[in-house]
């Protein structure tokens, strides 16, 4: 949980040629324990905080932007270091460039970020405890159901460019 205001929280890749900023507290953070995150992390599940792009603010270096599959068969955007590859950020098609899945991991201090919910958790390892003050879903979720208020008003905000970007690839 965050503890009073905490932000900005500055984070980057390993090498510290890519850094960046996040201004303001995230719209949620998922656990996800999906096989594709898994795969993509190396690691047991991807711990993301969802932002608007507009909040997070590039200090150095510019990510390289790689198209990656995923499991819609729609791909997503990873925003990698062009040095040592960490991935710093995904942007996947339903929000487009819109919304980051910022990488938790590469926080400076990711600690002020734990998950707001566990997603696809079907496809946990089974060896992973699962907090039982978190709420978990088996796959997806929907978002009226878990996100705050204040984070529901910041997405109908942002709404209209995401629906833009959508029609951007219905159209182009």
């Known amino acids: 949980m965050v503890v009073g205001n905490i932000f900005p929280l ?49 200090l150095s270096a510019e ?36 919304i980051r899945f910022v990488r938790v991991g590469t926080l400076d201090a990711p600690d002020h970020l734990p998950p707001d919910i566990h997603i696809f958790t079907s496809s946990r390892q089974p060896w992973v405890q699962l907090p039982a003050d978190v709420p978990s879903v088996p796959e997806y979720y929907d978002l009226e159901s878990y996100w705050p208020s204040e984070s529901l008003a910041r997405r109908r905000v942002v709404l209209p460019k995401i629906e833009a970007y959508q029609a951007s690839l219905r159209d182009g």
């Open 63 to 98: 990510p390289e932007v790689i198209d990656t599959p995923s499991s819609t068969g729609q791909g997503q955007k990873i925003a990698r270091c062009p040095k040592c590859r960490v991935a710093i950020w995904s942007n996947y098609v339903g929000a487009g460039p819109v």
């Open 10 to 58: 500055d984070g980057g890749c390993a090498c510290r040629v890519v850094r960046y900023r996040v201004l303001r507290q995230p719209l949620f953070v998922n656990c996800c324990h999906c096989r594709w995150c898994q795969r993509e992390s190396g690691a047991s599940f991807a711990l993301n905080a969802l932002i608007e792009a507009d909040y997070v603010v590039h």
